[in-house]
């Protein structure tokens, strides 16, 4: 098998994510200014995460993460790979149609479980009735995360990177036709969710047959390939779990402040934009090259992989975690302040942002740190860690909710997600050379941290200085980008004069590759 190149990967899944969520500002300013931080807006927010969830917990959170190490490791060594995702794909696909089904019956107790500040009021019965049309979306989209997995352990990155492009593109076409034709603003985005998650699946079906895996259903199968992915994958199944009983607990928290649900979910869209480019794109294509690296016994090429992972996100993402702080309000305030969302829901969404930013180098971390345990197969110790972020995620949000309110589920967030750093990375000591830092991560991290601090003092002045024309129509989006082209070129500049990063890394990485 070919080898895959790290540098390509990173920069094409980390391209097509930033067209994504490019994409999805749209949606979300869209969104926003249609139906601001109101009822309608807070029950359609909670109606889409319950199959969001759910696919983490089902596909990307945990199937996945069994199922490419396998998978990668039998395109290696030259297995039945095309048969085990057919058995794996039938397998899944069984499972979900009976959990939509369970699903959306018991759509009443599941937006009672997310968001039991709704109960008396129009939000509760509009959250479960756009619940019940949007659940099907975790069929299809977790269907689509197996066939992502089938593409990236080829080094196809491109056709599964564009699957959340489509999805946005889908939403922005069906509000502007809601806005023309006089439709109902909430029923038009639920009924937008099973669609997009059809053509998505259609989309990503059809690339993985003209890749040679034309996946077709029959009826599941129980194979010793399939019982050993569903052993190493219930650890992970319960770490995802894990995951989504704090996401649980943040909306409970910020279901009774009223448009606080909005607020977070307007600021977790800012901050998933360097988390997604940076963390996604590591993830995806670190995970099916080191497990192939493992399976070939190349330790050198697997610390190679890990150190330039860890230096790549750190690069990009210590600088983006400063600007969230520094420039929340900025953000909020032009991209969002308009139509029915206003100056509290501006400076509310920043607070949740600048406390989401603080913990943006750890969830990034998590992409590079996590690969290490799955390549090796081993799920049951980040389930373990995910334990223990979660009862410390839990006990910040609740026990600090009566003295910060929504703001407690934003940082616990951030501090759960770097407890959960400081365990993947303790437990990485009894790897060997793969999961050890070489000594030119060593010598750029300091650099890195230098650049951005310097950075974020001129973002500071910066936005000082620009503040009366980010907040005038005419002139906000030139104040912003302005405030944005500072940052980057001082952040750049600076690096450059003093040795965190050089262009020349990328190429030879990608000779490397």
């Not at 998505?200 to 890749?211: D, K, V």
């Not at 997600?417 to 750029?444: I, K």
């Amino acid at each position: 098998m070919k080898p895959i190149s790290l540098a390509r990967g990173f920069l094409t899944v980390g391209g097509w994510t930033l067209v994504s969520r490019g994409a999805g500002f749209a949606r979300d300013m869209m969104m926003a200014a249609y139906l601001g931080a109101g009822p309608v807006a807070e029950a359609f927010l909670i109606a889409f995460s319950l199959p969001n969830m759910f696919r983490r917990f089902f596909a990307e959170g945990a199937f996945n993460m069994a199922f490419v190490p396998m998978f990668a490791k039998k395109l290696e060594g030259g297995e039945d790979a095309q048969g085990f995702a057919r058995d794996a794909f039938s397998g899944l696909a069984g499972v979900l149609v009976a959990f939509t089904l369970l699903g959306t019956l018991a759509m009443p107790w599941l937006v009672l479980a997310m968001a039991s500040g709704f109960v008396g009021d129009a939000r509760f019965d509009l959250a479960v009735d756009f619940g019940q049309i949007a659940f099907s979306y975790i069929l299809f989209i977790s269907l689509v995360a197996l066939l992502s997995g089938v593409l990236n352990a080829f080094g196809r990155f491109t056709e599964a990177s564009f699957v959340p492009v489509l999805m946005n593109l889908m939403f922005i076409a069906a509000m502007l036709l809601a806005d023309r034709l006089g439709w109902d603003m909430g029923y038009t985005l639920a009924w937008t969710v099973p669609v997009t998650g059809l053509a998505q699946f259609l989309f990503t079906w059809i690339a993985a047959s003209r890749a040679g895996f034309t996946l077709w259903p029959h009826l599941p199968r129980l194979t010793p390939d399939l019982k050993r992915l569903a052993v190493i994958a219930a650890p992970a199944v319960l770490a995802g779990g894990v995951v989504q009983v704090n996401l649980l607990v943040g909306r409970q928290v910020a279901s009774f402040t009223e448009g606080a649900v909005a607020w977070l979910s307007y600021a977790d869209r800012l901050y998933q934009l360097p988390l997604g480019v940076v963390g996604i794109a590591i993830g995806t294509v670190l995970l099916p090259d080191l497990s192939r690296r493992l399976r070939a016994g190349d330790d050198s090429g697997s610390r190679a992989s890990f150190n330039r992972g860890a230096e790549f996100a750190l690069m990009l993402t210590i600088p983006a975690a400063v600007a969230l702080v520094v420039i929340a309000l900025p953000l909020t305030q032009v991209l969002f302040q308009r139509g029915a969302f206003g100056d509290l829901d501006a400076t509310n969404t920043a607070l949740a942002l600048a406390a989401y930013g603080v913990g943006l180098p750890a969830f990034v971390l998590h992409k590079v740190l996590q690969p290490l345990y799955y390549a090796r197969e081993d799920t049951r110790r980040p389930f373990h860690y995910a334990v223990v972020s979660m009862v410390v995620n839990v006990g910040f949000a609740v026990g600090l909710m009566p003295v910060m309110g929504f703001m407690a589920a934003a940082l616990a967030t951030s501090v759960a997600g770097w407890v959960m750093v400081w365990q993947l990375w303790a437990g990485t000591r009894g790897m060997g050379d793969a999961s050890r830092l070489d000594d030119r991560f060593r010598a750029r991290l300091p650099r890195i941290l230098l650049a951005a601090g310097v950075m974020g003092g001129v973002l500071w002045a910066a936005g000082q200085a620009l503040g009366p024309f980010l907040i005038q129509h005419g002139w906000r989006y030139p104040a912003l980008a302005a405030l944005v082209a500072a940052g980057i070129v001082t952040y750049f500049g600076v690096g450059a004069v003093i040795g965190a990063f050089r262009l020349s890394d990328l190429r030879s990485l990608r000779r490397r590759g």
